[in-house]
């Protein structure tokens, strides 16, 4: 990310103070919280807003003409309104509610695959994506004799677009790749290979789990088909998440799911379904996770997602800056263009051992492959340690990471 001179800057202490969560001690010390890709914190006002649905507003949505019922349609249905302005839908219609990221693919590949992929078609992802964007292609190309063709990544973890050329070559349905990488930070550029892949009459779908957090996001401007999103990665609830895309692509997709909510009509004949999106929400949602997903939308917002990026610009730099001249120290993926997140190896220490002696000092990072399995056998490696800042974290704490691994290279490799 780029720094804007005029940023806008944050009250660090002021905007900490919003996360009861971050006044903890873990083992005696204060909590210093990099894992934040794999699930953020949350402020008083998204648990406070949960709190008084549940104390105030509960009943089912879209189904009772009683007050309560009113209110909590309207606070569910509001809460379309912010995520629909925050992605730069056309209209809240276009927004689906799901659990997250996994669930908004996974309805993508089975209702939009079922009816548009067959026996033969190819469809194109990268080796970078996160099993989410994996699995449920793999399970389609099972059911549908598809075959799935991978971009490569480059030895500095950006996505190689001429392999991507090649392979488009194959006139895929559809291409599916993420916005960010959640091991490496790489910010895929996502326009042109929207430009490229819909130039071969492809589809596309952005999974944006590690987008949407730190970036305002402009589905018009980045021209893609879908959008993917997880509340939980961005100071929301978990279980509450949403796909976007196009009425029109919404409206030719079969149901995903059937039952209560998502019908218009049921004989024993058979069934009509109802508008979209409600098509695709069939049951009782999570109507608790969606109102605190929109407040935590409105909380960013508030904050400004321009103070947010130049915030994590500085971080990034300064983390860059303090890990690269680590004796020892391995890191993966670029150095420019990236957001606040580092995968690394360190000296011979397993990553897992490494988050085992940070966390006795309060330091809670990420051990593993991250959902990344093709990625790590890319590059080699089983796992790497992974840090991940967000906009409530601080410099010091960059210098706290960085005083435990010295002490991490003391107890595991007697280096002083
Ligand atoms: N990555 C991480 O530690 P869900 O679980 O549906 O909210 O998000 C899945 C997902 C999809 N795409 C990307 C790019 C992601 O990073 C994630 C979640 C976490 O990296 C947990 S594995």
């Given amino acids: 990310m780029t720094t804007d001179m005029l940023a806008p800057s944050l009250d660090l202490t002021a905007l900490r103070a919003q996360f009861p969560i971050l006044s903890r001690e873990i083992n005696g010390h204060p909590l210093v919280f990099l894992d934040s890709a794999a699930s953020s914190q949350r402020p008083l006002r998204v648990l406070d807003r949960m709190d008084r649905y549940y104390r105030e507003q509960h009943a089912n949505v879209h189904r009772g003409a009683h007050q309560l019922s009113v209110e909590a349609t309207e ?7 912010i995520i629909a302005s925050h992605l730069g839908a056309n209209e809240p219609a276009e927004i689906v509610f799901t659990r997250g990221t996994t669930e908004a693919i ?19 992802i990268t080796k970078m994506e996160h099993h989410s964007n994996f699995v449920p292609w793999q399970l389609l190309a099972e059911r549908t004799g598809a075959t799935i063709r991978f971009v490569d990544v480059t030895p500095d973890g950006l996505l190689d677009l001429d392999d991507l050329d090649r392979l488009l070559l194959g006139r895929p349905k559809i291409v599916a790749f993420m916005h960010v990488s959640n091991s490496l930070g790489t910010i895929n550029p996502v326009a042109e290979i929207v430009r490229r892949a819909q130039a071969a009459g492809a589809l596309t779908l952005v999974d944006g789990a590690q987008a949407a957090p730190h970036l305002k996001i402009d589905v018009a401007e980045l021209g893609c088909d879908f959008y993917a999103i997880s509340g ?13 895309a196009r009425r029109e692509l919404l409206e030719q997709m079969p149901p995903y799911q059937g039952g209560g909510e998502m019908i218009s009509e049921v004989t024993m004949a058979g069934s009509t379904w109802a508008a979209v999106p409600h098509k695709f929400e069939a049951g009782t949602p999570n109507i608790a996770g969606v109102v605190g997903f929109g407040e935590a939308v409105r909380f960013l917002t508030d904050v400004g ?15 860059l800056e303090r890990l690269t001249n680590v004796d020892g120290l391995t890191l ?23 988050s085992t002696i940070l966390d006795q000092r309060g330091i809670a990072i990420r051990a593993g492959n991250h959902c990344n399995q093709p990625l790590m056998d890319h590059f080699g490696i089983n796992a790497t340690a992974r840090a991940s800042f967000y906009l409530y974290n601080s410099r010091e704490e960059v210098d706290m990471l960085v005083d435990g691994l010295a002490m991490a290279a003391k107890v595991f490799c007697h280096i002083s």
Avoid: Q
């Fill in 106 to 124: 996974n309805l993508v590949a089975s209702s939009w695959g079922s009816k548009f992929v067959g026996a033969g078609d190819e469809i194109v």
């Fill in 232 to 244: 939980h990665k961005m100071c929301g609830p978990t279980g509450a998440g949403a796909l976007w």
């Fill in 305 to 319: 997602f321009d103070a947010i990026a130049a915030h994590e610009a500085e971080i990034t730099a300064y983390a």
């Fill in 75 to 81: 606070a569910f249905e509001g809460a379309r309104r």
């Fill in 332 to 354: 993966y993926g670029p150095r420019e263009n990236k957001t606040s997140v580092f995968s690394f190896s360190y000296l011979d220490i397993h990553p897992h051992d490494l």
